[in-house]
């Protein structure tokens, strides 16, 4: 039997397409079939497929009318005939022993699934994202499995028994034109694996950079209660109460999430309508409360309802404020800078940031591979925006704003509180 299949959905990513093909080809675990799904795509994607096809008798190109991510991936769910199954979005890349570490581990250990960090990378900017070192390297039964809910949905950066797949139904939604299709695989395979390990290794890259992505259509994002519904409906089929009860909870957390960063302003009142509705149906959290429901986020949750039209207000202020950003300097290089940075990174705003600034280098030369300079040194650039990287109650901050003044820079903002990663507050100072 092959080892792995590796799913391809393709579409419309000529620009990108050879750099993920070859990673996959590369691997260091070569007895694998690569099954490369075109969507319709209308650029020259086929053909580069069809060239590769000729190459390496391993990749099989299945040509189809375009239906969506999920149709294209159960497309090739259906064809595989590997022991495991990958997925690799067209767009990203693979490191050479991807495979080879994920499958033996599988093996070793009986695995249904093994996941892996990954790499977020725009350009030369790359960003391991990481979970709990608690659970790493740890195999997991039906009684832990549920704390991977906090983890990073990731569906590409793992391997699944495709005899597990095939025996429990899974697979992804095929609603045409929806995003986000891959929560409901997620929280199928988290819901129903009983043999799985997070290994604590990275090799997937993660591209950020694409301005094409499902993520960044603002429009898009509104269907994930569709997702949440689809799934819903099947773990209720499979009676798989506790595993609905920590799916409901993670769905009141990501609703916030999706309102302030893949909501576009014009839909900002009718998403908070069906997120209010959806919170009074599923807040009854027996299992996952303390688990997911964090006191910021049911007091997010309780203004929202009492204030429903300031709080979309607000959010649409800042999402235009935003929106007008051309260019970022992060001020600061502390685990203030670490925080903001991830607010940045999650917003999708990290590609405009130009350089990290501090008052005295003291042998600091770079952060998050971004180049440190003084503050003094940057006065050209007094246009962009000054993202202010320090407590805002610390003697420092106060010093901070006056050296702007000095500079005469003349936007920069600070943020009030980074208790939590998702937090959207901020004060704008000018």
């Given amino acids: ?95 050479p022993e991807m495979y080879e570490t994920l499958y033996y581990c599988a093996r070793q250990y009986d695995l249904e699934t093994v996941k892996s960090d990954y790499f977020m990378f725009w350009g030369d900017i790359v960003i391991r994202k990481p979970k709990s070192d608690i659970l790493y390297n740890q195999l997991l039964g039906p009684s832990d499995k549920m704390a991977f809910f906090e983890c990073p ?57 694409n301005p094409s992505q499902s993520i960044k259509n603002r429009t898009k994002m509104i269907k994930i209660r569709e997702e949440f519904q689809f799934t819903e409906n099947i773990l209720i089929e499979k009676g798989l109460w506790k595993e609905l009860d920590y799916m409901n909870a993670f769905r009141i957390k990501m609703y916030k999430f999706a309102f302030y960063n893949r909501i576009g302003i014009d839909l900002k009142r009718s998403f908070a309508r069906i997120i209010i509705q959806d919170y009074l149906k599923y807040n009854k959290f027996k299992y996952a409360k303390d688990v997911i429901i964090s006191d910021s986020l049911q007091k997010w949750y309780d203004k929202l309802i009492q204030n429903t039209e300031l709080v979309c207000d607000d959010a649409a202020h800042k999402m235009r404020f935003w929106d007008n950003v051309d260019k970022i300097i992060l001020y600061g290089a502390g685990r203030v800078a670490e925080r903001e940075y991830i607010w940045l990174r999650d917003r999708g705003l990290i590609s405009l940031l130009r350089y990290v600034a501090v008052s005295k280098k003291d042998g600091m030369d770079s952060f998050k591979s971004h180049e440190i300079k003084e503050i003094g040194e940057l006065v050209k650039y007094k246009d962009d925006l000054v993202v202010v990287a320090v407590k805002k109650d610390s003697q420092i901050y106060n010093e901070i704003l006056e050296t702007l003044d000095q500079l005469c820079f003349k936007n920069y903002i600070a943020y009030t509180d980074f208790n939590e990663k998702l937090q959207e507050d901020c004060t704008v100072i000018q």
């Fill in 1 to 95: 039997m092959i080892k792995v299949s590796v799913i391809v959905p393709v579409y419309n990513v000529e620009k990108y397409l050879k750099k993920c093909i070859d990673s996959i080809i590369k691997q260091t675990l070569t007895d694998m079939e690569i099954i490369c799904v075109d969507d319709g795509s209308t650029d020259s994607c086929p053909e580069i497929l069809d060239e590769y096809a000729n190459l390496d008798h391993r990749i099989k190109v299945i040509h189809k009318t375009n239906a969506g991510y999920g149709h294209a991936v159960n497309t090739g769910f259906a064809y595989a005939k590997g022991e495991y199954i990958g997925i690799v979005e067209s767009d990203d890349y693979i490191l």
């Fill in 153 to 209: 949905i990731a569906n590409w950066s793992g391997l699944y028994k495709r005899e597990f797949l095939v025996k429990n139904h899974i697979k992804h939604n095929e609603t045409p034109g929806a995003s986000y299709q891959d929560i409901g695989f997620w929280i199928q395979l988290m819901s129903m694996t009983e043999r799985i390990m997070w290994i604590d290794k990275a090799f997937y890259m993660y591209r950020q950079d």
